[in-house]
Structures are given as structure tokens and as C-alpha cells.
């Protein structure tokens, strides 16, 4: 009885450090991402200490059976880590958890089997599967093969201090510089957009008639673009209020906005907020606004966009502009082009609003992104109840198998 109680309460402290771990060394908790693969390191850590300590009973005495202990172990750390992604993220990669499975196959088995040459052959493999799902998941993602020009117009501090991409930017334009050949510009009279090309507009400062004139033309006439107007800017900044550095509080494209009638309501003084659109993807947003349309343009996902055909252009409008703070949808400035890296679906979603800001067909998202504190709650419940199951099971093999009998145990 006492072997069964100490054999339960080993697996179940073997499944909640892989997940415990996990969590901690994974990334889960600062990206908000459930990807299985998270789970690598820890799992293997946990499975080859667990097989260690194995050992080690088994030269003590009769002690459990290895098999149990360890096909117990395994099962219920893996079933705990599915609950929990699938919980929490209401989605589960099966190749994910299949490399999983390999990895925790390979860690109990390379303890197992050394000092002999099985056990390091599967200990090669081991390191060599962590090593290739961490490179996975921090796999730059591609450059486009066609890249459009971007004229970025903005006053956020998304550029180096000259406005040029040659000194140090915001991480933003190094995952839009992957589809779109970025060109900053002050006026779009004195460097004129060309044709072809596309439009970001992130809360500038105050533009001249002029340049309003030309934006509502060249968008008439073909152009595409994507503009940024907050009523509420929360971006943290080091300089001073007052500082002309500093971009405006509040967006100054009315004039434009009525222009093409629409209206940009007042902030509601929310703070940071992780918005899930219809599709499932993630973009965080801070202090976001509305739209409201005298007619010509559709409003979406409760009026944080606008979505206007302005003659033969097209635009999208959204009532935010600290989207576009790194800080919202990234977790490791180190990494920006890691999706491992990333805690929101920002940069992909305003690239495909840049090549069409009318586009209706669902943007899936990027990563499997847990939803709330309340759904990581359930899924840490679900994931703890599943360990103690198959501790229970695993105490369970082990007293049948050590209970007296006519032949001894």
C-alpha cells in the first residue's frame, strides 16, 4: 500500500512539473500563446528525471514496476498539456502534440537505456527534437516573393529620429518590411505616392489642407490605404508633455473623416484590451474608439472599423492607434520576427488589410492564442484533474502488481 501511495504521488508531481514548467519556461504566460511545443523542454527535463528516479528505485528493492510508472507518467502529462492547450485556446495542434509524444517517448528511454549505446542514440535524438521544435517555433517568417511599396505617414515613434529606416525602428516595420518595400514620408506632396502603391496613415500630426486634398484624390482614384485615427493615444513615452517629439493626444483627420462621412466617437477610457475578431484573430488594443457613418462606408466588428470604397480606392479606418506599440503584440523585442515571440496577430492582420483594406474572407490567426484568465482557470483545472487520474490508474497498477498473493507479490 505504501509503495502505491508513493508510486501515485511521484507520477502526479512528475505530470504537474511538466506542466508547471512548461508554463514558466515555455512562454505561454507572457506571449498568451497554447502551442504544445511550448511544452518541449520541460517535458523532456520531467520524463528523464522521472526515469532516473525509476532506476534508482527499482536497485532499493522489488519496488513499482517501470513500465507503469513511466507509460502513466507520460500518458498524463500529455493528456494534461492537450487539455490545456485545447481548453485554453480551444484549439490543438495534432503535430504538435505527435512531436511531443516522440520527445517523451525519448526521454524515458535514453535513462533507461544508458550506459549502453541505445541509450545514447536516444539521447542524441532527444537533444536533437527539443533543439529542432525550438527552431520551429522561431522560424523568421518568410519575405514575400512580390513586395508592394508602403508610404507610411505617421507621427508614432515608429521610426529612427530622422524618420529613416537606416537607424533603429519599431519593431513593426521590420515584420512589414517582410511584404511591403517601406518608404516614410512627412508630406505625400513633396514625395508623391506612386502608382501601385500603398498608404498607412498612423496618427500623424496636423496635415495642411493640401495634403488631405491629395489623400482624398489619390485615394479616389485607385489608390489603397489604411488609416489610423485614435481619439485617445495611451502610448508610453519618455519625453516631457509638451515635447513637440510627442504625437498628438487625439487623431486630427476630422476634417477627412467628415469629408467621407464619417464621425470618430469619443474614447470610453478602456485600457488595454485583447480583442478577438469574428475570425479568431488576436489584435490588442488600448484605449480604442468607434466609428459612426453618415452612409458610404460599412462599419465592422462593433465600429472599430470602417471599411470605405471612396470612387475607385478602397480604405480601411481603425478607431486605434496604439495597435501599432510593439509592447501590445510583442513579448520579445529580442525576437521580432519570431512568432514565438508574438502575443498578438497585429502585424499579419495590417498586412492583409495593406494589400486589400476591403477584404471580407476570415484572417485565421496566427498562433493558437488562449482566450482569458477564466478559460486558462478551466484549463488548468481540466489538465489537474487528468494528472490525478492517471496518478490514481498508476497507484493503482502498482498496488495489484505488489499485492500478496499464493506466489508472493
Do not use: Y
Amino acid at each position: 500500500m505504501r509503495s502505491a501511495a508513493w508510486s501515485g504521488a511521484t507520477i502526479f508531481l512528475a505530470i504537474l512539473a511538466s506542466l508547471i514548467g512548461g508554463l514558466a519556461l515555455g512562454g505561454p504566460l507572457s506571449t498568451g500563446q497554447a502551442d504544445p511545443l511550448f511544452w518541449a523542454k520541460a517535458q523532456a527535463i520531467c520524463m528523464m528525471a522521472l526515469a532516473a528516479l525509476v532506476r534508482w528505485r527499482r536497485k532499493q528493492g522489488p519496488g513499482a514496476r517501470a513500465f507503469s510508472w513511466q507509460m502513466c507518467a507520460g500518458a498524463g502529462s500529455l493528456s494534461a498539456i492537450a487539455l490545456f492547450c485545447g481548453v485554453s485556446a480551444s484549439a490543438l495542434s495534432l503535430a504538435a502534440m505527435f512531436v511531443l509524444l516522440a520527445i517523451t517517448v525519448l526521454a524515458l528511454s535514453a535513462i533507461w537505456f544508458l550506459p549502453r549505446l541505445k541509450g545514447f542514440v536516444c539521447l542524441l535524438l532527444l537533444i536533437g527534437g527539443v533543439a529542432g521544435a525550438d527552431m520551429w517555433m522561431r522560424k523568421p517568417a518568410p519575405k514575400s516573393s512580390s513586395r508592394p511599396e508602403l508610404a507610411i505617414l505617421s507621427a508614432l515613434p515608429i521610426f529612427g529620429p530622422a524618420g529613416e529606416l537606416m537607424g533603429k525602428h519599431a519593431p513593426l516595420i521590420d515584420r512589414l518590411a517582410l511584404d511591403f518595400k517601406i518608404r516614410p514620408v512627412d508630406s505625400v506632396t513633396a514625395a508623391p505616392l506612386r502608382q501601385g502603391g500603398r498608404l498607412l496613415v498612423a496618427h500623424p500630426r496636423a496635415l495642411p489642407p493640401a495634403d488631405l486634398a491629395f489623400i482624398d484624390a489619390w485615394v479616389r482614384g485607385g489608390g489603397t490605404a489604411v488609416i489610423l485615427a485614435d481619439p485617445l493615444l495611451l502610448w508610453p513615452m519618455a519625453l516631457p508633455p509638451g515635447d513637440r517629439r510627442r504625437p498628438p493626444v487625439t487623431s486630427l483627420l476630422d476634417p477627412l473623416l467628415s469629408h467621407w462621412g464619417l464621425e470618430l466617437l469619443p474614447s470610453e477610457g478602456r485600457g488595454v484590451e485583447r480583442r478577438f475578431l469574428s475570425s479568431g484573430a488576436l489584435l490588442p488594443i488600448a484605449g480604442a474608439s468607434s466609428f459612426k457613418t453618415r452612409g458610404g462606408c460599412r462599419l465592422a466588428e462593433q465600429g472599430l472599423f470602417a471599411l470605405c470604397r471612396i470612387g475607385k480606392g478602397r480604405v480601411r479606418l481603425i478607431a486605434d492607434a496604439d495597435m501599432a506599440d510593439d509592447r501590445l503584440w510583442l513579448a520579445d523585442p529580442d525576437h521580432p520576427l519570431s512568432p514565438a515571440s508574438l502575443s498578438g496577430d497585429t502585424p499579419a492582420l495590417l498586412s492583409d488589410w495593406l494589400r486589400d483594406p476591403m477584404s471580407s474572407r476570415p484572417i485565421p490567426p496566427s498562433r493558437p492564442w488562449i482566450g482569458n484568465d477564466a478559460a486558462m482557470i478551466e484549463a488548468m483545472r481540466w489538465a489537474l484533474l487528468a494528472g490525478m487520474a492517471w496518478a490514481i490508474l498508476g497507484a493503482g497498477v502498482v498496488f495489484v502488481r505488489e499485492k500478496p498473493g499464493r506466489h508472493g507479490k
